[in-house]
């Protein structure tokens, strides 16, 4: 054979083995693209341009945006509404310090004989615990079990005549009780010293609570 003939079957044969070879690794290519898309669970071709949200995922969103707004609005409120008890107690505790500025300028002899239940009924005060003795009557305070001093006082004047009163602050209105308490309600003992108790009570607008301050200072005689 002409050695150029064999050269040119020579070309020939390996031409058609690398295209072989060609065509072998892109089958092979093929299938190891497949495998991949099965293991992933991709099986739907080539990846596809993002087509949107679905209906479930805009509803499941939208659950999960109102959960944080309610959560959201819930510290908002339950903050403000702290605020608002944190400055009704401050309001409270001036009204409480007021009450026991005017008995500390009354004369002594008053807060010895306390409150008058003649003319300021006593065993209507949720505050007061009554014990009727033969004639006679002793208010104790609920909140200690003191005796409250109810001799009738000589200076009928806040706060002890009458020793509950009301102002109204910012919207909000508070009760204001007074109770001059000694180490015996006996009249006419003059205690030396009168353990002075005022309690501020209100309820916030809206407010399925009411709150409470309670204050006490004793006050020795000159």
Not at 83 to 97: G, P
Request: hydrophobic fraction near 45%; charged fraction near 15%; include cysteine.
């Amino acid at each position: 054979m002409d050695p150029r003939s064999l050269i040119v079957v020579n070309y020939a044969r390996n031409a058609r083995t690398s295209l072989d070879d060609v065509r072998h690794m892109a089958r092979r290519a093929a299938i190891w693209q497949r495998l991949r898309q099965v293991r992933t669970g991709r099986c739907d071709g080539p990846a596809q341009p993002d087509a949107g949200m679905s209906l479930v995922e805009v509803i499941v969103s939208m659950a999960i945006l109102s959960g944080v707004l309610a959560s959201t609005q819930l510290a908002v409120t339950n903050t403000m509404s702290a605020a608002l008890v944190a400055r009704q107690h401050t309001v409270a505790t001036s009204l409480i310090s007021t009450a026991v500025y005017e008995a500390e300028a009354l004369p002594f002899d008053s807060l010895q004989n306390g409150l008058d239940p003649t003319a300021d009924p006593l065993c209507s005060d949720s505050n007061v615990s009554c014990v009727l003795v033969g004639l006679s009557t002793t208010y104790y305070l609920k909140a200690t079990g003191a005796a409250i001093a109810a001799c009738g006082t000589t200076s009928p004047e806040a706060p002890l005549v009458p020793h509950v009163t009301t102002v109204n602050v910012g919207g909000t209105a508070y009760s204001i009780s007074a109770y001059p308490t000694v180490s015996t309600s006996a009249c006419g003992t003059s205690p030396l010293l009168v353990t002075l108790v005022v309690i501020v009570t209100w309820r916030a607008p809206n407010a399925a609570r009411s709150y409470q301050v309670v204050g006490e200072v004793g006050i020795a005689a000159p």
